[in-house]
């Protein structure tokens, strides 16, 4: 890497700036090479800028409770410098490169995340909670593979969009949550990069680490100035984002509530958006299945993650006949979940990611439980400190229970059974959201049945939470607007025009 380049300050109009610290905090000894700074600046220009003291916030380590980094809190001004930035690249060298050189880069991205692969695994478990198993096995390789797929399309969009030409859309802000830090920002960066575009973009407050070691790796790979901009804070900084009157595009993925005021904000506004939301998805098990492998089925769609994520499958139907039998299977093999420290390779349940979000989970199995749901949890011990909550069950809900109709966001799975398949269906489809559900059954020609009538994005069916970045993935209803991933995911960032044929 070149620290020549690491300390070029890019300018920026604040005061009291003091310049970061450039040694290297260190990962535990058993987690290799995996550094990181102390604090960090924002990411401008293809540079960081100066640390501010006095606009910073702590990022926590969620297994300890200890402050793991300083971040800086992107001002108006700082958002507008970066918008400036992104402007000028896309006007400029970026903007007219072929695809062909987009996809070099792409490629480039794709393949160092690839080589340091582990580093940023260990990161992401150490600043978002989640176990190192999911890191290394699942988020840092899907977030390479993402790029490598958009890599491929960047020099061949004319066949994504037959009889149309595209033209990028130019600058897009671009917000995302903390649940999937790295991987939510490759699907946003990846897409966006392949049709043309700049962005600024915004990470979860509680989870900028991998955003911005993502920054160096840009660096060394050489990608030019301005094409990609980081600013970290909280939600005041992505509002100066989504107000910009100069962006051309906003990606937002985060909570239904954040998504309706975002998209009140731009109601005026004739502005391309595209909107990933919250989710309430439900795993349909029928008394026809493999009971065992559902199971497991199960304790991914609802454990994996700690349960934060948008598409958990945190309402099991379970048909009549056979919900006992699951029942005990379930709490059986939860008595089995490993919980505790996120960079243990045996850890299945790690921390949850705030402090926030623990008493957003812990507020929510209380209203569970005073409605009149009966509550079973893990029994095993949690650790001393740190943020952590039980694999948890709720029984004897009903569909107008609190706890079946919100996101909770946490590993809390409700239990409801039916006896038809069209009750599981009217059941299934019977919340504000829309994002994904699940089909467990031995009949092909159910799964068929079952998948056009549910009202989601995502259907899976005899597995959960799969993800490729072939497949579109996206919400209806109060699930979202858009598409990312696949050739869907291009078109969130094109403007078409008719050319009446081929290209
Ligand atoms: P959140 O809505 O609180 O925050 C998301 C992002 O928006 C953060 O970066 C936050 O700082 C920013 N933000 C907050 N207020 C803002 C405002 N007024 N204007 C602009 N930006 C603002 O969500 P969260 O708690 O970080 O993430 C969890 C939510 O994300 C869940 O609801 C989950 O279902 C959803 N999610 C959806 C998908 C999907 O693909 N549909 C994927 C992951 C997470």
């Known amino acids: 890497m070149s620290q020549m380049k690491l300390h070029d300050q890019s300018d920026r109009s604040t005061q009291k700036s003091i310049p970061i610290d450039w040694s290297y905090a260190e990962a535990p000894e058993n987690t290799s090479h995996a550094t990181f700074l102390k604090s960090y600046g924002l990411f401008i220009n293809g540079s960081f800028t100066n640390y501010d003291e006095s606009q910073s916030f702590n990022s926590i380590n969620p297994a300890n409770g200890e402050v793991l980094y300083r971040c800086t809190e992107a001002s108006e001004i700082d958002v507008d410098i970066a918008v400036k930035a992104a402007r000028a690249s896309f006007e400029g060298e970026w903007g007219n490169f072929s695809g062909t050189q987009r996809s070099h880069y792409l490629y480039r991205i794709a393949r160092m995340l690839q080589e340091r692969a582990r580093e940023f695994a260990v990161l992401e478990s150490m600043d978002g909670g989640k176990p190192i198993r999911e890191s290394r096995d699942i988020d840092i390789p899907l977030a390479a593979a993402y790029f490598f797929y958009y890599a491929g399309w960047a020099d061949k969009l004319p066949y994504a969009f037959p009889g149309k030409s595209s033209k990028p859309l130019g600058v897009c802000a671009q917000i995302i949550p903390w649940n999937f830090p790295l991987l939510m920002l490759a699907w946003k960066i990846a897409p966006a990069l392949a049709c043309g575009n700049t962005v600024v973009l915004k990470p979860a407050e509680t989870?900028?680490?991998?955003?911005?070691?993502?920054?160096?790796?840009?660096?060394?790979?050489?990608?030019?100035?301005?094409?990609?901009?980081?600013?970290?804070?909280?939600?005041?900084?992505?509002?100066?984002?989504?107000?910009?009157?100069?962006?051309?595009?906003?990606?937002?993925?985060?909570?239904?509530?954040?998504?309706?005021?975002?998209?009140?904000?731009?109601?005026?506004?004739?502005?391309?958006?595209?909107?990933?939301?919250?989710?309430?998805?439900?795993?349909?098990?029928?008394?026809?299945?493999?009971?065992?492998?559902?199971?497991?089925?199960?304790?991914?769609?609802?454990?994996?993650?700690?349960?934060?994520?948008?598409?958990?499958?945190?309402?099991?139907?379970?048909?009549?006949?056979?919900?006992?039998?699951?029942?005990?299977?379930?709490?059986?093999?939860?008595?089995?979940?490993?919980?505790?420290?996120?960079?243990?390779?045996?850890?299945?349940?790690?921390?949850?990611?705030?402090?926030?979000?623990?008493?957003?989970?812990?507020?929510?199995?209380?209203?569970?439980?005073?409605?009149?749901?009966?509550?079973?949890?893990?029994?095993?011990?949690?650790?001393?400190?740190?943020?952590?909550?039980?694999?948890?069950?709720?029984?004897?809900?009903?569909?107008?229970?609190?706890?079946?109709?919100?996101?909770?966001?946490?590993?809390?799975?409700?239990?409801?059974?039916?006896?038809?398949?069209?009750?599981?269906?009217?059941?299934?489809?019977?919340?504000?959201?829309?994002?994904?559900?699940?089909?467990?059954?031995?009949?092909?020609?159910?799964?068929?049945y079952v998948g056009s009538k549910l009202k989601s994005g995502v259907v899976w069916s005899n597995t959960y939470n799969k993800f490729d970045p072939t497949s579109p993935f996206g919400g209806y209803k109060e699930s979202g607007k858009g598409r990312e991933g696949g050739i869907s995911g291009l078109h969130a960032y094109v403007k078409l025009v008719n050319n009446g044929g081929m290209n």
């Open 207 to 448: 989870t900028s680490l991998t955003a911005l070691k993502f920054c160096e790796l840009l660096q060394d790979i050489g990608l030019p100035n301005g094409v990609v901009n980081i600013v970290t804070g909280a939600g005041k900084t992505g509002e100066y984002l989504v107000q910009h009157p100069d962006i051309d595009k906003i990606a937002f993925t985060g909570s239904t509530g954040v998504g309706k005021l975002i998209q009140q904000s731009i109601a005026k506004r004739q502005i391309s958006a595209t909107f990933e939301l919250g989710g309430k998805g439900a795993f349909i098990l029928f008394d026809d299945a493999a009971l065992n492998e559902a199971v497991e089925g199960i304790i991914n769609a609802i454990f994996f993650n700690q349960g934060h994520v948008c598409c958990a499958g945190s309402r099991l139907l379970v048909q009549e006949g056979v919900a006992e039998k699951v029942i005990d299977l379930l709490k059986n093999r939860m008595q089995h979940l490993i919980i505790g420290d996120p960079l243990d390779k045996n850890t299945d349940i790690g921390a949850v990611n705030s402090k926030t979000q623990l008493e957003t989970i812990q507020r929510y199995v209380a209203t569970g439980i005073k409605e009149g749901a009966s509550c079973y949890e893990c029994s095993g011990s949690l650790p001393n400190s740190g943020y952590y909550f039980p694999p948890t069950l709720l029984t004897g809900v009903s569909q107008s229970s609190t706890v079946v109709q919100e996101e909770i966001f946490g590993p809390i799975l409700t239990i409801q059974t039916f006896r038809t398949t069209d009750e599981a269906i009217e059941k299934a489809n019977n919340t504000p959201y829309g994002l994904a559900n699940g089909i467990w059954t031995d009949k092909g020609s159910k799964i068929f």
